[in-house]
Structures are given as structure tokens and as C-alpha cells.
Nanobody
Framework: QVQLVESGGGLAQAGGSLRLSCAAS????????MGWFRQAPGKEREFVAAISRNSGRTYYADSVKGRFTISRDNAENMVYLQMNSLKLEDMAIYYC?????????????????WGQGTQVTVSS
């Protein structure tokens, strides 16, 4: 299985931007659907965005559509999440996930590999 390490979290003001990165190793990265999920305190893990193996398709939660952009670089084994116009409700731990043969990109159960998460804090 592929191993994932997120970075780029931190503190941003509401309306600001952050860019999350996820480095993959130990697998053939281009075979994997890649996703970003987040979990806020007291809430269940929720889907944020996903990108197909060749970047041909992207998927977004309604709550982030138009503000967040997912991208990947198969040559560098990286996936990114550009987050603009941050809101207080975006504050959470963000997780990178990888899955093979994913049929439902918004479902956490479709992803077998997960990173350790990176904290995103948004201040007013």
C-alpha cells in the first residue's frame, strides 16, 4: 500500500488561503484515486475533494466548490489542495487518502491508505 504524508496546514485568517500537500511513496501513485477528507472536533470525517488517476476528473463537496482546488503531479507523486476564501467552518484536520478501483470517490470506505492528517486553523 502507498504511504501518505500531508503537510502545509497551519493558521490562516478567514478569507485567506492555504495549500496542502500530500507526498506518496511505496506504490504506483498513478494507479490511485486521491482524495482529501477533513474532520472537525465532534464531527464525522467528511469528503472534501478527489481527483482521478490522470487528473481527468475532479470531485468536490458542495461546501468547498469554487473555493478549493485539488490537483496532482504523478511525476512527483504529489497531490495538492489549494484552499482559498477560507471560512471558520473549514477548520479541521485534513487527511489525504488513496484508493484503487474507487467507484464512489466521496466515500471514505473506498480509500485504503490514509495520511496522519494536518491541522488547518482559521481565525476570524
Amino acid at each position: 500500500q502507498v504511504q501518505l504524508v500531508e503537510s502545509g496546514g497551519g493558521l490562516a485568517q478567514a478569507g485567506g488561503s492555504l495549500r496542502l500537500s500530500c507526498a506518496a511513496s511505496g506504490g504506483t501513485f498513478s494507479r490511485y484515486m486521491m482524495g482529501w477528507f477533513r474532520q472537525a472536533p465532534g464531527k464525522e470525517r467528511e469528503f472534501v475533494a478527489a481527483i482521478s488517476r490522470n487528473s481527468g476528473r475532479t470531485y468536490y463537496a458542495d461546501s468547498v466548490k469554487g473555493r478549493f482546488t485539488i490537483s496532482r503531479d504523478n511525476a512527483e507523486n504529489m497531490v495538492y489542495l489549494q484552499m482559498n476564501s477560507l471560512k471558520l467552518e473549514d477548520m479541521a484536520i485534513y487527511y489525504c487518502a488513496a484508493g484503487l478501483g474507487v467507484l464512489f470517490p466521496t466515500q471514505p470506505r473506498e480509500y485504503a491508505s490514509w495520511g496522519q492528517g494536518t491541522q488547518v486553523t482559521v481565525s476570524s
